[in-house]
């Protein structure tokens, strides 16, 4: 009987440990647009519609780049919605210098912070948004 009861408290434990490693690690997620109402009209597509992101595999709920552990990749030309506002580590936007990435809000006052902002080759554009802002950290002195 108490080896069973060990076997049952170690597999529970060995769950928890997982699912706590990939709230802690954070994800990578790439912007897929996948969403029904983004496929429809490219002005619906939400940031924080978990069908428009890819995270490579396992995610943690909510699926979609919103903890501080999390990184963003978009790489299309497209219209994002922010509809709260949202803290995550990184983010990467490459994409066309001849057409808008655009940031934008449900009219409401949203900021996306992130530790970096990357942007490779895009035009990005952003609308209603009060803040696409990136963290910054002293340089240290040179000895």
């Keep these: 009987?108490?080896?069973?009861?060990?076997?049952?408290?170690?597999?529970t434990a060995a769950v928890l440990l997982c699912c706590l490693a990939a709230v802690a690690f954070g994800a990578i997620y790439t912007w897929t647009?996948?969403?029904?109402?983004?496929?429809?009209?490219?002005?619906?597509?939400?940031?924080?519609?978990?069908?428009?992101?890819?995270?490579?595999?396992?995610?943690?709920?909510?699926?979609?780049p919103g903890t501080t552990n999390d990184d963003a990749i978009v790489d299309e030309?497209?219209?994002?919605?922010?509809?709260?506002s949202?803290?995550?580590?990184?983010?990467?936007?490459?994409?066309?210098?001849?057409?808008?990435?655009?940031?934008?809000?449900?009219?409401?006052?949203?900021?996306?912070?992130?530790?970096?902002?990357t942007i490779s080759g895009a035009y990005v554009k952003v609308q209603n948004l009060a803040a696409l802002e990136a963290g910054t950290e002293p340089c240290p002195e040179e000895m």
């Design 77 to 84: 030309l497209v219209t994002i919605t922010m509809t709260q």
């Design 33 to 64: 647009g996948d969403d029904t109402n983004c496929n429809q009209n490219p002005w619906l597509c939400e940031w924080q519609e978990k069908n428009n992101w890819d995270s490579g595999g396992f995610c943690t709920p909510p699926c979609y």
């Design 1 to 11: 009987m108490m080896d069973v009861m060990d076997s049952k408290t170690t597999r």
């Design 86 to 117: 949202e803290t995550i580590d990184d983010l990467e936007i490459s994409g066309s210098p001849m057409a808008p990435t655009t940031f934008t809000t449900d009219n409401s006052v949203w900021t996306l912070d992130c530790d970096s902002i």
